[in-house]
C-alpha cells in the first residue's frame, strides 16, 4: 500500500481521462450540432429558418469530424494522447461553449436587429471555446506550446465561420467584424497563457519542475503506459542510498528447492513506474537463475524507497545476480511458532541457529508499510539475542481503515523481542520442504493479482507443517488472511502466515478510489480459496530433507525517491489544485471584463 502522501497522489491521478466510447461522442455531439444549428431560427422564424437550421446543424458535425480528423489529426499525428476519439471529445465540450453563446447571440440580434450584438457574443464564445482548447492541449499535449496554437485554433474557426454564413451571412460582415473575433481569440489566449505561467511557478517553487511538465508525464502514464517522462522527473528529485535484500533459500537433494527473497524496496509507486513491479521482476530473474520456487514479500520499507525508474530496477538485480552468495547455514530449524500481543501477531522460525524469519502482521486491522527504523531495531534485538540476522517481513495483508504508523511500530517491536525469546527456547530439528507456484488465469492486475503469481512454501519441522503463502497483490480485504490460514488448517498444515508482495503495478489501473483493489476484493473467493490450496496442496507432495542457506545483500548507489521528495510531490499536486482554483477566479472574470470592454469599443 502507500504512504499517504503517495496515496492523495494516487486519487488525484486514478480517474484521469475517463471518456465516454467513440460512438457515444459522435451521437451526442450530432445531437448537439443539430440543436446549434437551430440558432438560426430567431434570426429567421420561418419554415425556410427551420430548414436552414438542420442544414446549418448537418454541416456543423460535417465540418467539425472532417477538421478534427484530417486538420488536427494532421497537427496532432506524432502526440500519443490525442488520438482521433479524444480529440473529437475536446471539440464536443468546447463546442457546447461556442454554440451556447450562439443561441445567445441570435436570440439578442433577432430582438435588436443589430449584427454586431451577434458578433460581439459569439466572438466571446469563439474566444472561451478556443482557450478552453488551448489550455487542455498545453496541458495534456506533448506538442511544443507555441504548437499547440494551431490545433486550438481550427475547429472553433470552422464552427464559426459555418454559423456566421447561416446566420448573419446576409447582413454584411466586415473587417471590422473579424477584428473583433481576432481580438477576442488574442485577449483569451494571452489569459491562458498567464493562467498556465502562474500554475507552472508552483510545481517550479516545490519541486524544481513546472506542474504543467509534471501533470504531463502523469497523464503519459495513466493513459498510454509511458514510464520515461515521469521516472526522468523522479530521477531530478532523487537522493542516493544503499538498499538491503535478504535471501533465505532451501536446497534439496537436486538443487534449489525455494527462495524467498526480502528486498528493503518498495514496490512503487505505481502502475509500471519505478519499482512497481520489482517483487515480481526479481522473482522471474530468481527462477531462472537457480531453477527454483521463489517467494518475494514485503520487506520493511516505504514510499521513500521506491527506485526512481526502470534502469534503477536493472542496476539492482544486475547487481543481486552478480553479487548474491548464498552460504550454508545448516539444515535445521525451530518449529514455527506465533505470538499475539497488543493486537500484533509475529511468526517466528530461526533456521540453522543463525537466522530468525519474522513474518509481521496486525490482522485483522490494518497493515501497512512499516518503517525502517524498526527493521534496525528489529535486528538489533536479533543480534542481542544472539542470532547474526534476522529477516522481517511486512506481511501486508489486512486493510481495514487507517493506519498508525507509530504504534504499529511499538507494539510489533514488542512482539517481535518476545517472539524471538520464544523462538530461541525451542528446539531445532531436520526440516522438510515442499514448494510450489500457480499463476490464477482468471485475475490479473485490475482484480489486483500481479504477474507473480501465488507461492507456497512448506517447512516442516519433526510433523510441525508452517506454510509461508505469498501473494503477489497489493494489500489483503481484512479477515481473509484467517479465513485462508483456517482452510490450511484443515489440509494438515499447523501455521504459517498469508502475505502479499505489494506490487504497485495493480494501482492506477482500474477508477476506485483507492486506485487499486486489494486481494480478495474484486476475485471470486472460492476460486482464489482454490489457487491458494493447489499451491499449498503440490508443495505438500514434493517435501525433501533440505539444506539452508542465507546472505544479506547490500545494493550500493541506486536512486530512490525519498521521503522528503514524496512529501513534496504530493504536496505541489495539491498546491497546484489550489493555485488553479485561486488562479482562475482572479484571471477569468478579469479578461472577460477586459475583452467586454475592447469589444464594446470596436
Known sequence: MASEPANRVARRYSSLFTLPSFRSIVSVFSVSCLLGGMSVIP??????GLILGLLCGAVLLASSLLVEHICVGALMRRDPIF????????SLVSSWILLAFTAAASLVAALTRDVDVWVKLTSFGFAASSSLRLLVLISVSSLKRWRTLPPALIQPAALLLVLAAFSVGGYGLNVRHLLMAVTSVSVAFLGTFLFTFSVDRVGLKSVGVPSIKLFKAFILN????????????????????????SVLGFKGS???????????????????????????????????????VVSVPHGLSGHELDLTSQLENRKVIEWLLEHVDLQPIGSVATPFMQLRRNGASVGCQIFGGRCALLTLTLAPETMEDLPLELEEAIQEEARKA???????????????????VKRASLILEKAVKDALSEALRLEAYQIRVGAAKVIPTEFGIK?????????????????????????????????????????????GVDGGEVMTTDTHIVNGVVMVDRGYYPVGEAMDRERLFWYIEKAVRDALGNMEPVSVLWCVEVVPEVRVIGEKQIEDFSLVIDAVFQRTKRTAAVIIPSFAAILTAILALL
Open 43 to 48: 434570426l429567421n422564424p420561418t419554415v425556410e
Open 83 to 90: 488520438d482521433f476519439r479524444r480529440r473529437l471529445f475536446l
Open 222 to 245: 495513466w493513459i498510454k503506459g509511458i514510464n520515461g517522462p515521469i521516472e526522468s522527473i523522479f530521477d531530478s528529485m532523487s537522493e542516493v542510498k544503499s538498499v538491503k535484500v
Open 254 to 292: 537436486r538443487g534449489f528447492k525455494a527462495l524467498i527473497v526480502v528486498p528493503a524496496i518498495h514496490p512503487g509507486p505505481f502502475k509500471n513506474v519505478g519499482s512497481s513491479a520489482i517483487p515480481s521482476m526479481i522473482q522471474r530473474v530468481f527462477e531462472d537463475r537457480f531453477g527454483c
Open 386 to 404: 544472539g542470532l547474526q540476522s534476522a529477516v522481517p517481513i511486512d506481511a501486508h495483508n489486512s486493510i481495514n481503515g487507517d493506519f498508525d
Open 447 to 491: 482484480e489486483g493479482m500481479g504477474p507473480g503469481g501465488i507461492t507456497a512454501i512448506v517447512v516442516d519441522v519433526k510433523g510441525d507443517k508452517a506454510a509461508y503463502v505469498t501473494i503477489d497483490g497489493n494489500n489483503m480485504v481484512s479477515n481473509l488472511r484467517d479465513e485462508i490460514l483456517s482452510r490450511l488448517r484443515r489440509m
